[in-house]
């Protein structure tokens, strides 16, 4: 098969989207527009790939190298059009001598299976576009064809005539070119139209003068939705709610509620899974076969193992991990802390930067002080331990397998294994004060009255 490369065109701010952020940066089901469409190129293996970004985007550079490490940057400064930007990568480029792909960062529902089928045609004709058929054409550039159903021009709606814009077959803006026609037809390409810009549409007439008509790969409308505004962005996150919710549930979870439940892109959900309303899940996130999730629990960068039940009202934050069967109940919060099998941590607890062994119980209210305002400490506890209600486990501190920790006790120093640890006020018991107290006070006040 012919190596494939890909340009993905990202310089423009997104002014509509009224943001100090770079518009590609902006997300969707957890992951930026960008990466979200450097995944979809994934997929095709490319062998080199671009991202031609504005100044002082750097941000936007460094998105990309997390999803392609080989990823290299052009800069485009002036916004000069698409063929102007397309041109910006032709020096990474060099010696590059397959099929070239462009696409936009801003494109994000764009599928592999319609980039691939791109790629293939363009293997075969040298130069392909993905259209779509426009409910509205509006804005978009129309596919002009001739009677064998090649396409001989991309016109521009500025640039139309009123037969063209008639035409609702229209561009993508996602195009093939082998590279060795690229290049030296995008240097042939002028400004000479409505907006003055260098048009990459144009390659398709200049192919075609030079006898190579332009092949066409057609997508649904909605792979081809761009991002221009908050409206937009927001559009795009439904259809990507509803995709994954479809997806988790035909793969085996039940959704109780499944317009309440929100993934993100990398969410991994296993077999059996019951997932009750108003969930949310963060970036990633892996739940095991049978895990229950409970309503109103927040989940991000969690891996949760078969068995496992956590919520309602569970927060589970970076780096947790929950053990097979274990129990995060309601009003729990865990951070970077590995909870053993058969754990539980029913009620109002937060556990961070933790270990706890195997069958262990953690009372309501206990908590791990790991903070001490300047550094962050390691709490670790054995297997079957019994830490009481409302202690305070002050790290760095170890607490030995089968230990019990008395209720309200504020853990200072290691609790050897199957050792007793308890710090408490002794209790005051007096009897009768309580009804002696009441009588005073209701004399007193019986008394202010009269005066
Ligand atoms: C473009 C296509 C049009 C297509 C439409 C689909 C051209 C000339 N027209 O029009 O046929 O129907 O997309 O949405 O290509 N960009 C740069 N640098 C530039 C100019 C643009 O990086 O100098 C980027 C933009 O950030 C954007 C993309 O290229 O991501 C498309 O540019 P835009 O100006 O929005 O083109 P359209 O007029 O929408
Ligand atoms: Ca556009």
Known sequence: MTEIAIIVLAAGKGT????????????AAGRSLLAHVLHAAKALAPAEAVAVVGPGMESVAEEARSVFPQVRTAIQADRLGTAHAVSMAKEALAGFRGTVLVLYGDVPLISSESLAGLAELVGRSGIAVLGFEAANPHGYGRLLRNAQGQITGIREELDASPEERAITLCNSGIIGVSADILWPLLAKVENANAKGEYYLTDLVELAAADGKPCALAVCPEEEVAGVNDRLQLAAIEARLQEAYRRRHMLNGATLTAPGTVFFSADTEIGQDVVIEPNVVFGPGVTVGDGVEILAFSHIEGARIAAGARIGPYARLRPGAEIGAAAHIGNFVEVKKAVIGAGAKANHLSYIGDARVGEKTNIGAGTITCNYDGYEKHLTQVGAN??????????????????ANIAAGSVITRDVPANALAMTRAPLDLREGWAARYREMKAARKAAKKKS
């Not at 509509?16 to 997300?27: E, G, I, Q, T, Y």
């Not at 331990?385 to 089968?402: I, Q, R």
């Open 16 to 27: 509509r989207m009224k943001s100090a952020l770079p518009k590609v940066m902006h997300r």
């Open 385 to 402: 331990v019994f830490v009481g209600s409302n202690s305070s486990l002050v790290a760095p501190v170890k607490l030995g397998d089968g």
